[in-house]
Nanobody, 120 residues
Framework: VQLVESGGGLVQAGGSLRLSCAASGIIFSINAMGWYRQAPGEQRELVAT???????NYVDSVKGRFTVTRDNAKKMVYLQMNNLKPEDTAVYYC???????????????WGQGTQVTVSS
């Protein structure tokens, strides 16, 4: 299974970016999908997750500014980021809990990461 992110870049504070992540490979079903981020010298932290039914969860620091959505048919997850702040600067990673076969355990997969830089 591969997760490929796109949409990162450099933006001024107050601006917006939209991240996309596409899953491909041997996939029977995808449970939760989400986004994590890691700033230099910091641990990777959860940003937002969304279940296969569309229930979203956010870290407090992005509530009201970020929106996570997914397209189950396309096996994609998105992160719309508005009113970006310098403290949002990080590498953003896509995550998906994937079941490869109908009968079997699911496991987590990660994308390679995409850089988001917010200038003040």
């Amino acid at each position: 299974v591969q997760l490929v992110e796109s949409g990162g870049g450099l933006v001024q504070a107050g601006g917006s970016l939209r991240l996309s992540c596409a899953a491909s490979g041997i996939i029977f079903s995808i449970n939760a999908m989400g986004w994590y981020r890691q700033a230099p010298g910091e641990q990777r932290e959860l940003v937002a997750t969304i279940t296969s039914d569309g229930i979203a969860n956010y870290v407090d620091s992005v509530k009201g500014r970020f929106t996570v959505t997914r397209d189950n048919a396309k096996k994609m997850v998105y992160l719309q980021m508005n009113n970006l702040k310098p403290e949002d600067t990080a590498v953003y990673y896509c995550n998906a809990d994937v079941k490869n076969l109908r009968f079997g355990q699911s496991r987590a997969y990660w994308g390679q990461g995409t850089q988001v830089t917010v200038s003040s």
